[in-house]
């Protein structure tokens, strides 16, 4: 079997010198999607990050390989290049740039001197997306992401990924905001990447995300590592009981409670 898409093993990361990551490992396989669900501030977001290359954290330990690749001694522009995506839980705005100029300079980012995706192609793939996102052909004009609405911004990340085409994509919270119109549709775009070219890492609070998008696992974290993984069975009980069947299963005090004692 050829080497997981996305391993990550014993990963440490902090935050001005607060440590988040806590011994955090995972192995996606090309073909995989997984998902990772855990209460709020037991560092999703920051694992999202950190194999991005956000200055900010600061891997203290552990490592990132993808397709044994070591992720964590690439820039960030070069850990795009190799193939990681990331959809963020806030998309920035962007003035002075069109949504069509970005992907076209994101795609041709990617690609070789000489190989630049012709105007045509470009053009041609965008209107196939974007019909299948359900978007009106006006967001392809607009500046990147300014004044779209909280909706409209995630639909466009699900756009950014359908053109990128990337081999391994973190998805933060794409369903945050969304209403149940542009859930299926955001979660169409999903699912029309499916392949096994194709690895995706899910962070959601809510399974509803993960009906329409069926994950080959289930992850739960708290307190900076996964605790827990299953089949959607376990995404279902958390959405019926919550985490603290969880916290009493494994034992797990809440870090306030340890700070104090
Ligand atoms: N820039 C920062 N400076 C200081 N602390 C930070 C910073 N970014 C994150 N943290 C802290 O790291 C912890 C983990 O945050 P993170 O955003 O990764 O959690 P999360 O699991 O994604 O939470 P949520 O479910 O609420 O989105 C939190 O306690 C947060 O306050």
Request: charged letters at 30%; a negative charge.
């Given at each position: 079997m050829s080497a997981p898409f996305l391993k990550i093993e014993n990963l440490h990361v902090s935050i001005e010198g607060k440590e988040i990551l806590k011994d955090f490992s995972i192995e996606i396989n090309g073909g995989e999607i997984h998902a990772i669900m855990g209460p709020n501030g037991t560092g999703k977001s920051t694992l999202a990050s950190a194999i991005m290359g956000h200055p900010k954290y600061e891997i203290t330990s552990g490592?990132?390989?993808?397709?044994?690749?070591?992720?964590?001694?690439?820039?960030?522009?070069?850990?795009?290049?190799?193939?990681?995506?990331?959809?963020?839980?806030?998309?920035?705005?962007?003035?002075?740039?069109?949504?069509?100029?970005?992907?076209?300079?994101?795609?041709?980012?990617?690609?070789?001197?000489?190989?630049?995706?012709?105007?045509?192609?470009?053009?041609?793939?965008?209107?196939?997306?974007?019909?299948?996102?359900?978007?009106?052909?006006?967001?392809?004009?607009?500046?990147?992401?300014?004044g779209f609405s909280g909706g409209e911004k995630k639909r466009n990340e699900i756009l950014q990924l359908m053109m990128l085409e990337p081999k391994l994509a973190i998805l933060d919270e794409i369903d945050s905001g969304l209403d149940i119109d542009a859930l299926k549709v955001v979660s169409k775009g999903v699912n029309a990447m499916r392949g096994s070219e194709f690895g995706c890492l899910i962070i959601t609070h809510y399974q509803r995300l993960l009906d329409y998008i069926k994950p080959d696992k289930v992850h739960v974290m708290m307190q900076g590592r996964i605790v827990k993984s299953g089949g959607s069975e376990l995404a279902e009980r958390l959405e019926a009981e919550g985490y603290d069947w969880i916290k009493e299963e494994l034992g797990i005090e809440d870090e306030r409670v340890n700070q104090e004692a």
């Open positions: 490592s990132v390989t993808m397709n044994g690749e070591d992720v964590l001694e690439m820039e960030v522009d070069e850990r795009a290049q190799a193939g990681l995506f990331l959809a963020m839980q806030y998309p920035s705005e962007i003035s002075g740039i069109t949504n069509a100029d970005f992907l076209r300079s994101a795609i041709n980012a990617g690609r070789e001197e000489g190989d630049e995706i012709s105007l045509m192609k470009f053009i041609r793939k965008l209107d196939e997306k974007m019909d299948l996102l359900e978007m009106d052909q006006q967001f392809a004009q607009r500046y990147l992401n300014e």
